[in-house]
């Protein structure tokens, strides 16, 4: 009886408890070795197919159409995920688990190719695959490459943009100090100066990665070991929250994410901005914008010159377990071709990743910022290309909202860094 | 509770002792086949539990004793990590890190913080919906013009999803959102670190106290009205009657449903995840366990025993506590009347 008495309790205790947390539950592992998989079905050619994240702008399904009546014998069926980057992740990662034949071409954000690479997932385009990369621009390269290997292709890219008020600064600062010395003005017109991306989330990373690059920094090395206790990393997280302790960067600040500073800068409550291109269409064409006829754009301000923006954007792959990879490979070098890449430019206002695409006059006149991106992608430096990126991002993250907030001094905000970059590696 | 316990006392109580000797061959015969009956009606249940609760529970909990896959230094590939016997929970509880403390900025340095904002957070919540709800459940279980619509409108907050009311609130709690203007103030509710903490406890004791009135109001409903009356006709003042009668009464009623808030507040997830991110110490343990299948699913699995042993300690000592109530009001009198 007294042990029933206790059995009970502690059996629906167990019930109630496990209803209500099984869902905490993660995926299985899977084996990394996958030298077979990469070895087979090169010359497979049939129906792939193609999965990509929610097609917001329709460019994709005009593409996949075209492909199509050209290859009846080889469709291209398309798959399109949820709009959210963290559900494609997980989605990717499941069905690469479970050794997918249906993914055979997927479409990656370039802070995921290392990851997905050094698990074994992606097909590396060597020999046979390899496709033709010498027109793109390198940096965008370098998101698609790990271990020396390209495992991907680069499709889309994206840079940092300084917007700035015209009607109050004629030209636009070049380095990070004359930004600073122009927060005069913006005091004098009662608005805020600066504003980026600084609330705890991967836009912090963004901009904590430009400030550090701009300044000479790195935040990791070749051999995937961190390098943000050298002065010029340290002087480039200091930029941030020295701007932040004098009110350069406005006190919300620490709240904005890319639509916060939007806003603000289409209120006309801000002279600087850093943003990506996607604001140029909505300032200039939004009912409520302010500053239609007054904004600028430049490239981001550095420390002698342009500043090295983040990138963004997306690569395409293709899965080690596709049993059509012949096809799957002409597929990506049609995804990536002038004529698509152009496409992707007027219809989607998504930055090509070739760089004569930013010189064709008929796009600069429908794009005006492209000039000023191609600077921008040309200086940039990738988020670090590691598969560890979401420990990484972390890390980065949690000490410069910290440092900048004001909560750990610099020198402490990077040793922490440091420690936290390493032990996620190890 | 009384579910469970009454068809246990059902086949006891209507044998009279005289005719149990007679007829107990016979009555032990149909008991096995009927049990027998039983276990095959029961069956597909059990299976359908065994596959969508103990599966994932067990597999989490071996996947807990497994490393997490590790980078090959030459080959730059990931490969399994083979047994990790209580690394996994070594790493969280103690919050190691290999061999050193886990630094500021990894998922492990979170842990305990993560369990104190996860049960802070409980705490408050329940506390404030419970003292809520009941009173919108008195309000609720008068007789007035209206009281329908008053009722259908006190339902609404529960009624929106969770991920909506956190974009609502996240958009009121913005540096030039409502709350500010209306206050006057120049608040970083989503930007430090005690505004954000109650920013979503604003939020959630908005969206919960509703739940909270209904099960309430369900347990008062069931109280007749003649013991009121009774207690009027004896002299009980209104504070005497809420305490003497309305409380007790209303008490089983109330476990439950400070048991399922408890329960569900423990694991809140969407609130801190869409306002905050989990940033500025709103990081509960839910928070931590999703961030961490991105990092590794073993380490994850782990943490997720963790979380689930908490919540099965918390649950245990909740029920034990209403068992305990339940079975001491139960046993001692079949008879009317109740005593306190």
């Known amino acids: 009886m007294n042990t029933r008495k206790y059995l009970l309790p502690a059996a629906v205790a167990g019930v ?54 050209a ?52 097909q590396p385009l060597t020999d046979k695959m390899s496709i033709d990369t010498s027109k793109m621009l390198p940096a965008t390269v370098k998101t698609a490459t790990y271990n020396n290997t390209l495992f991907a292709a680069p499709q889309t890219s994206d840079g940092g943009i300084l917007y700035y008020r015209k009607d109050l600064v004629p030209t636009p600062p070049k380095t990070w100090d004359e930004m600073m010395s122009m927060c005069s003005i913006a005091k004098q017109h009662g608005i805020d100066c600066y504003a980026g991306q600084f609330a705890k989330y991967e836009g912090l990373t963004v901009n904590a990665a430009e400030a550090i690059n701009s300044a000479g920094g790195t935040i990791v090395g070749d051999d995937g070991k961190s390098t ?60 409520s914008s302010k500053v239609k006829d007054t904004f600028g754009m430049a490239p981001l301000p550095g420390k002698s010159g342009p500043g090295a923006s983040s990138l963004g954007g997306h690569n395409l792959a293709v899965s080690v377990y596709s049993a059509h990879k012949a096809t799957a490979k002409d597929f990506l070098t049609f995804m990536t071709s002038e004529e698509t890449e152009k496409f992707y430019a007027t219809q989607g206002s998504l930055a090509p990743v070739l760089s004569s695409l930013y010189d064709d006059p008929t796009l600069v006149q429908q794009l005006p910022y492209l000039p000023v991106l191609k600077t921008s992608i040309q200086n940039a430096v990738p988020r670090p290309v590691t598969p560890f990126y979401p420990a990484v991002t972390k890390a980065i993250q949690d000490n410069a909202y910290a440092a900048i907030k004001g909560d750990k001094s610099v020198d402490q905000a990077m040793t922490d860094m440091d420690t936290a970059i390493n032990s996620a590696s190890q | ?230 207690a009027k006709v004896d002299g009980a003042s209104a504070w005497q009657r809420f305490t003497q009668i309305t409380l007790p009464l209303v008490k089983p009623a109330l476990m439950v449903a400070v048991l399922f808030r408890v329960l569900d507040a423990l694991r809140m997830y969407d609130l801190p995840a869409i306002m905050t991110q989990g940033s500025n110490g709103t990081t509960t343990l839910s928070i931590l366990v999703v961030d961490q299948i991105r990092q590794g699913f073993n380490s994850a699995a782990a943490l997720s025993t963790i979380t689930f042993l908490i919540i099965f300690l918390v649950a245990f000592i909740f029920v034990r506590f209403l068992g305990a109530n339940a079975v001491a009001s139960a046993t001692p009198k079949t008879t009317k009347g109740q005593d306190k």
């Open chain 1, 16 to 69: 109630l408890a496990m209803s209500l947390s099984a869902c905490g539950g993660g995926g299985g592992g899977s084996t990394a070795s996958s030298g077979g998989d990469a070895a087979a079905n090169l010359d497979g050619r049939g129906p792939i197919t193609y999965v990509q994240g929610k097609d917001n702008s329709n460019v994709v399904r005009p593409l996949v159409d075209k492909w199509n009546a």
């Open chain 1, 71 to 122: 290859h009846p014998d080889q469709k291209v069926t398309f798959k399109e995920q949820s709009d959210q980057a963290d559900q494609q992740h997980d989605d990717l990662v499941q069905n690469f688990q479970a050794k997918n034949v249906n993914y055979d071409v997927v479409d990656v954000d370039v802070i995921w190719t290392a990851e997905f690479a050094a698990k074994g997932w992606l």
């Open chain 1, 228 to 287: 943000v206790t050298s002065a010029a990393a340290k002087a480039g997280l200091n930029n941030l929250v020295t701007a932040y302790k004098n009110g350069n960067i406005p006190t919300q600040g620490v709240t904005y994410q890319e639509e916060q500073g939007r806003q603000s800068f289409e209120d006309g409550k801000l002279l600087f901005l850093r943003n990506w291109p996607y604001v140029y269409n909505l300032a200039k064409t939004d009912g």
């Open chain 2, 1 to 230: 509770m009384s579910t469970l316990a009454q068809p246990k006392r059902a086949p006891e109580t209507p044998s009279p002792k005289t005719k149990k000797v007679q007829k107990e061959v016979g009555q032990d015969r149909a008991a096995t086949s009927q049990g027998r009956w039983a276990f095959w009606l029961i069956s597909p249940a059990l299976v359908l539990l065994a596959v969508v609760i103990v599966y994932p529970v067990v597999n989490a909990i071996i996947m807990a004793f497994q490393k997490d896959q590790g980078l090959d230094p030459v080959t730059k590939v990931f490969v399994q990590g083979g047994p990790a016997g209580f690394d996994n929970f070594v790493h969280w509880l103690a919050q190691q890190c290999g061999s050193a403390a886990c630094a500021p900025g990894t998922l492990g340095a979170q842990f305990w913080s993560a369990v104190g904002t996860t049960f802070f957070f409980t705490a408050v919540t329940v506390v404030l919906e419970t003292v809520l709800g009941f009173w919108m459940a008195i309000i609720m279980a008068r007789t007035f013009r209206g009281r329908s619509a008053l009722r259908a409108a006190v339902l609404v907050p529960w009624a929106i999803p969770t991920a909506v009311t956190a974009k609502l609130w996240f958009f009121i709690f913005a540096f030039d959102g409502i709350a500010n203007k209306l206050f006057g103030t120049a608040i970083l509710w989503t930007g430090s670190e005690w505004p954000a903490r109650w920013a979503i406890i604003i939020s959630d004791v908005w969206k919960t106290t509703p739940f909270m009135a209904l099960l309430i109001l369900a347990g008062l409903q069931i109280i007749p009205a003649e013991v009121y009356e009774a």
